[in-house]
């Protein structure tokens, strides 16, 4: 008795969608464009894994009553968009704000590394690959305002200090004169 032949392995069918190894490589060049940035909105809301949210949190001894009303752990959600208009709009950050904003950094970055990865790595069709560059161009932007925000804190305390610095010297200059002044009288 002689056993029938296996059937050849059923083929899966690539569907015409998926997203070619050409296409995939030049989104991910597309991503680390100086200005990929450019035109794209800061997202309303983004998703953050609540555990990494909170973990974040814990490590820097953050509480839930420290976080500005845009952020949300327990949903693991932030208003980003709402956020940055806010602080943008700040004449001063405070202390605790200025904490918010360099962890959100950390979690915006864990972000774009993750859906770097995804871009690079998964099976995606060629909508799922746009909606996660769109995504992660729009998480650039926002890292980039976050960024911004914090550098023209620094800039302003870095103002401030010349400001004090020149007032002091203008101070001397004139205590000098006026004792030159008293000498010579």
Do not use: C, F
């Not at 904003?101 to 690079?120: G, Q, T, Y």
């Amino acid at each position: 008795m002689t056993m029938p032949p296996n059937p050849p392995p059923p083929e899966s069918p690539a569907p015409a969608d998926l997203l070619t190894e050409a296409e995939r490589d030049r989104l991910l060049a597309n991503l680390h464009r100086t200005l990929v940035w450019v035109g794209v909105q800061d997202p309303d809301r983004l998703e953050i894994d609540p555990d990494l949210l909170r973990e974040e949190m814990a490590r820097d001894r953050i509480g839930p009553a420290d976080l500005p009303p845009e952020v949300h752990p327990a949903a693991g959600t932030v208003d980003l968009r709402h956020l940055i208009w806010r602080l943008i709009h700040l004449s001063d950050l405070s202390e605790k704000e200025e904490t918010v904003a360099k962890e959100l950094i950390e979690v915006l970055k864990a972000k774009e590394a993750a859906d770097e990865e995804r871009l690079k790595e998964a099976r995606l069709t060629r909508e799922e690959a746009h909606r996660i560059y769109e995504e992660t161009a729009a998480v650039i932007r926002s890292l980039l305002d976050l960024r911004d925000i914090l550098a023209k804190k620094e800039h302003k305390t870095d103002l401030d200090r010349e400001i004090v610095k020149k007032k002091v010297e203008d101070v001397r200059r004139w205590n000098a004169l006026v004792d030159s002044m008293e000498g010579k009288s």
